[in-house]
């Protein structure tokens, strides 16, 4: 298993922008796809954005394509989100999710194995 441990939510102004970090330790070493997902009160989670190894198979979802950015370090230790130009509907609870092997494929909450905590993000006008 992998344990992920996600840091930097809050409240921020709209228009701002956040910065949300995952550490991953455990059975990382084989190739992994680690992604974002946001969920707001009574919905399920909805993915934002995925990252493979070596930082393949970038993916972004709408709302958040062209404002967001994912990336990883060299290890591949610690993902990070960052949304640029929030937005009030951009709040809610993200949480950083693992799943082995490439992201190719792996579209929903149901295809990521292991979860983070969460944080909880909260813009404001």
């Known amino acids: 298993r992998v344990q992920l441990v996600e840091s930097g939510g809050g409240s921020v102004q709209a228009g701002g922008s956040l910065l949300l970090s995952c550490t991953a330790s455990g059975d990382t070493d084989t190739g992994n796809c680690m992604a974002w997902f946001r969920q707001e009160e009574g919905q399920r989670r909805a993915r934002v954005a995925r990252?493979?190894?070596?930082?393949?198979?970038?993916d972004y979802k709408y709302p958040f394509r062209g404002r967001a950015t994912i990336s990883q370090d060299s290890a591949g230790k610690t993902t990070t989100l960052k949304i640029d130009n929030l937005r009030r509907d951009d709040s809610g609870v993200y949480f950083c999710?693992?799943?082995?092997?490439?992201?190719?494929?792996?579209?929903?909450?149901?295809?990521?194995?292991?979860w983070g905590q969460g944080t909880q993000v909260t813009v404001s006008s």
């Open positions: 999710a693992h799943a082995p092997g490439e992201c190719w494929g792996k579209v929903g909450e149901a295809d990521f194995h292991d």
């Open positions: 990252i493979g190894t070596g930082g393949a198979d970038i």
